[in-house]
């Protein structure tokens, strides 16, 4: 008989995430131990604990969640988590803070339910965390690094842009094209997006990136997917609950109904941590899980 | 199949209260989240979690206690919590500080099943909290707002008593009679309770409100609602554990014998918190429920 | 039909021990309460709300457990804790901060498997929290009190050899013998162990009491206990996962080996807390539930 499903929320932040509470309880957890206010020197004792409590052969029962608000505060936590383990003294982890895995994960496949990302050319609106990770996917997994697509990364200036282009290339393929842009008025958005196949809409809620009319350009992108939930649309005409509707010559996806598929992603990713000790779900293993839930 | 119930316990204080959690376990919830220091600023986040996550047809499934031993700050974390809520996106919520809208309604209940408070004198010693909200039941829900009782406010200076009135009125039917009360010393207070109906003691633990010798005054009060557990009583000769009791002239119920009523209250409560979505339990409500778990 | 099992996890650590909230789920326990961050005057309102919610006969299905990395701290807390009971009015609890109390008490009945303690000279290298509990078993509970061991206690001066030798004769009975030992260096430490007939090796990670060679000594001890898990092992030659192996002519028990049965303690103890309300199981009582363990 297996030990019950122990899952430790590691968080940085003072309050332990409800939502990803909620949702490791949908996925079956047994036991959930919530460790706010986690910092890096905290990291080892607390593993330490779920690696050295039950024997090898249970230790696929006991695993651990790294969520938060703050991407780069919780993934140094992941750092040493990762140090702390060693042959077969480990157990599972997932690494989700502020959503960004699983979203990321989420909108690049319901992208590629319309559309084969290989050898197009791709903008991404807002390129923070979610963003990165999308590049990050488009230009790896997603394309399965045989055809690598155009990557148009937005910023409001292009000194920003040309940054983030050389920031990401450190952890991209070196094939992959990255081509800076700015997009600091309604205009240089619209120009963003022209001949683009694909637009993705990653920024902060509340900011109306591409405004009325992009639709109607001589060369609207095939697909628009849009991640802000909050009204206004981060893309003009996408509708929140979209998940495949043609507006125009546009299929559409918005914040909600590309949430639907990353809860799912979310949940399953849960289910597979106690599937063995060994696992380390991040946003390629999130997008991999995602993709086979797709095609299942 | 239902999912799990989930409630998240948000308490002001820097430890989530260990009454409250043994409470909800007994109420069978399945899975309590354990939210201490918790401030205003972080309520939105928190609430948003327990919303966000869950269809429609399963947020029934998750529900809000606040609790704390400061009244005033946990009553700002509710008002917070409401304003998260639009349309059918809500979860029910129950507030209950330092235990006072269960022991409050317990109290008054008590009492009603000795007498009909309608059209009575009533004095409330001990205006905190608890005192606070028997004076909104017996001007309102527990009289049915038909024939309001008379109620004597007291305090230890006739300026506080005064004092309190005017605030009460503020949430009050404007046709309660509310008179202040002077009780400084041991004469002042039986004084007080001349010629009343009933007397509630709410003060804090470890005072003596009527001393020996009240009950065999010419017109001591027909009930006497005792709230004080630590020796020595706040009513002098109402014994902890009496629930109806008859001593001289007097029907008698002490703190304990409350208590218990309140306790059935408080779990009922945490149970209806997962019949529907939508419920706010307040000190009306919470009234409302031990009503009916008394008449059933 | 009995209530849930609630376990109440106290700790004076930032964050409470997952070590110890994983041995208390596999342990049986129903619902886990965490509440980190507890200093002594957060105790008596958290013991109260454990002692005030369920009724007399349901007391014994709440139970409390104090652990943490610093013992002081934590043995603070417990008589805090202590004080709070009265009567009937009680619920059980168990002290381990940093697993001290198990691992006294596993050490001392490993040793015991391979000899009779009594009229023995047992040598204890490193005399902090758990090799002042191996004193304490060694002269007390482990050899029933008839006739005791001469125990020398080491530190890496003579005058704190004497002052934990002054310290601990508090606590003990007063006919045991305590010989303090300075074992400033590896000279000094194959002569605290000359003649001795079992050894313990209770210091402090990564440090190497004995070094290679002590073994073919004249009169090396018949039995030696390393608790050092991480390497380099404590006491030279013994095997951390050793458990009874001979090695030369010592009987060897490493950490590892000792450990096990320690986590079997502690699981035990946690069960035994829910078998009735007025249980305290600290070092002795700890102790005498491995013997019955190892006995059955």
């Known amino acids: 008989m297996s030990k019950p499903k122990i899952l430790i929320q590691f968080d940085p932040d003072a309050h332990a995430s409800v939502f990803d509470s909620v949702v490791a309880v949908d996925s079956g957890v047994d036991q959930l131990l919530l460790q706010p206010n986690v910092s890096e020197r905290d990291v080892q004792g607390l593993v330490h604990g779920a690696m ?3 024997g090898p052969e249970d230790l696929r029962s006991t695993a651990l969640f790294f969520g938060g608000s703050n991407v ?15 042959g077969p003294m480990r157990v599972s982890l997932m690494s989700d803070p502020n959503g960004c895995n699983t979203t990321a994960a989420a909108a690049v496949l319901c992208a590629q339910q319309s559309i084969d990302l290989a050898d197009k050319t791709i903008t991404v609106l807002g390129v923070g965390p979610v963003g990165q990770r999308i590049v990050h996917l488009v230009t790896g997994p997603a394309t399965e690094g045989l055809v690598r697509p155009r990557i148009r990364i937005c910023s409001r200036t292009k000194e920003k842009a040309v940054k983030l282009c050389d920031e990401l290339r450190e ?39 591409l405004v009325d009319g992009w639709m109607e350009g001589e060369r609207p992108p095939a697909v628009a997917v849009d991640l802000n939930a909050v009204p206004p649309a981060g893309l003009h005409g996408v509708e929140v609950m979209d998940r495949g509707e043609k507006r ?29 000790n060994d696992q380390i779900l991040e946003v390629e293993q999130v ?3 995602g993709r086979k839930l797709m095609t299942d």
């Open 287 to 289: 997008y991999a899980v």
């Open 171 to 209: 952890s991209i393929p070196s094939e992959a094209e990255l081509i800076p842009f700015q997009t600091g008025s309604a205009e240089e958005t619209i120009a963003a997006i022209d001949g683009a196949d694909v637009v993705f809409g990653a920024a902060a809620a509340g900011v109306e990136l």
């Open 52 to 54: 050295f409590t039950r």
């Open 72 to 86: 780069e505060r919780t993934e140094a936590l992941v750092r040493e988590a990762k140090k702390c383990f060693f």
């Open 248 to 276: 125009k010559s546009t299929v559409c996806y918005g914040a909600i109904g590309v949430g639907g598929f990353k809860m799912k992603i979310h949940r399953r990713c849960i289910q597979m941590l106690f599937e063995s």
